[in-house]
């Protein structure tokens, strides 16, 4: 399976439909309430792949900590991944191929991946998104010699610096994790909120989030966007310096997903529900502000991310030094694994995602959004685990209006009046 990191702009097949309503008629066949009470684990493990980012957290401590083996599920394997496209091709091959269940997820990714929109021949992959994993905790980082320009959560003097240098006959360049995908949008959102284009101002980049750090080094990029430690590392190697947390541009915005194949799921229904009550136990273990120094002792190993700890603890505890001159004690834009309903994968959030992939030409204006959402984000599994687990869920599939740094308001009732309130886009 060649790896394909870029999307197309051709319309969502015929056959997307088609896999997705044999998705759809597997869970009719299979209602999540059906499954009988206290019922096992069908299979005893599953293959979840993950990227060296700190939003992965809740699978290693499930893991680490024997949390997915006391719900039944011993066996589970968690796999690090290259790279967001490594991650694609691994789910489109499944287990059975030698690739993977599920995994650590930029939210949008199950999404592209069912609708065939970034798979090799488009040929569609249903999934499913079972969890939310965290909310906020990215980063922009711009290089070290835009220092004077005092880039921030304001992306105009970022604008005017790189009018500087492709005036001087040198390129700009800006890079993400994966196109379409979270990093990838967040970044869009602040250029063009400052008036810059990232399809004509500035050339769009994929690296892989370990490489971000090495890529700067050597000039490849002037800024990028990237989950932890990797904003920290830049700062520790004086290579660069944050910009802005993401949560600055929108705050306890939704950021990773637990992803499963939808096959796997409709096979394995309790298999399913076990392995979502173990990772959201660890996203409970994981926001206790006790646990925050073992957290970081944990994410920093070398079968996960392999870093020092004290490139982990500082922002994981709140601690924020950007790097330029200024430092939060205490930043309200901590990343969060739990609080604050951070686990259940509001319907809403994901409609957003959506209508910024229409925005910048990842998928079709004519797209059917609250459609593909519905076969694709399976918050009633999460609704039926968090009640087995005596948590209380949302009242409401929406967290309602979505208000961003620069006054811009989605509302998930009206998508398309987001849409045109934005003044650069790819989309008509």
Not at 299 to 315: E, F, G, H, L, S
């Amino acid at each position: 399976m060649s790896s394909v990191e870029h999307t197309t702009r051709r319309g969502i097949l015929k056959g997307a439909a088609g896999a997705l309503s044999l998705a759809a008629a597997a869970r009719v066949a299979l209602p999540g309430g059906a499954f009988a009470q206290g019922a096992g684990p069908e299979v005893k493990g599953a293959k979840l792949g993950f990227i060296a980012l700190t939003d992965a957290a809740p699978l290693f401590v499930a893991k680490e900590k024997g949390i997915f083996a006391k719900h039944g599920m011993p066996d589970v394997e968690v796999l690090k991944q290259a790279s967001w496209g490594t991650t694609r091709d691994n789910l489109v091959l499944g287990s059975e191929g030698n690739g993977i269940d599920g995994a650590h997820i930029l939210t949008p990714m199950p999404y592209l991946i069912s609708a065939g929109r970034v798979t090799q021949n488009n040929v569609p992959v249903p999934m499913y998104i079972l969890a939310r994993l965290n909310l906020a905790g990215q980063c922009i980082s711009v290089a070290k010699e835009h220092m004077g320009d005092k880039v921030a959560l304001d992306a105009k003097p970022f604008r005017a610096a790189l009018e500087r240098k492709k005036a001087a006959g040198k390129s700009v360049k800006a890079a993400m994790t994966f196109p379409g995908g979270t990093h990838d949008l967040w970044i869009r959102y602040w250029l063009a909120a400052g008036g810059i284009d990232p399809d004509k101002d500035i050339e769009t980049i994929v690296v892989p989030p370990p490489q971000m750090v090495a890529n700067m080094k050597v000039g490849t990029m002037d800024c990028f966007c990237v989950c932890e430690p990797w904003n920290e590392q830049l700062i520790t190697q004086g290579i660069g310096y944050t910009a802005l947390t993401t949560g600055e541009l929108w705050k306890d915005h939704p950021e990773k997903a637990l992803g499963m194949r939808a096959a796997w799921v409709d096979k394995y229904p309790n298999a399913a529900k076990a392995l979502l009550a173990a990772v959201m136990e660890a996203q409970q273990w994981c926001d206790k502000p006790e646990n925050r120094d073992e957290l970081a002792g944990i994410v920093a190993k070398r079968q996960w991310i392999n870093v020092p700890a004290t490139d982990v603890i500082k922002r994981m505890k709140g601690e924020f030094d950007y790097g330029d001159g200024r430092k939060v004690a205490n930043s309200p834009h901590i990343m969060k694994y739990w609080a604050d309903n951070a686990s259940y994968p509001y319907k809403s959030h994901d409609l957003w995602f959506l209508t910024e992939d229409i925005r910048w030409g990842k998928f079709d204006a004519q797209t059917d959004t609250k459609a593909l959402v519905e076969k694709v984000n399976r918050e009633d599994i999460w609704r039926e685990v968090a009640k087995g687990m005596g948590v209380t869920a949302p009242a409401s599939t929406s967290r309602g209006k979505e208000t961003f740094f620069d006054g811009k308001v989605f509302d998930p009732a009206d998508p398309s009046a987001y849409l045109n309130s934005l003044g650069i886009k790819k989309v008509a």
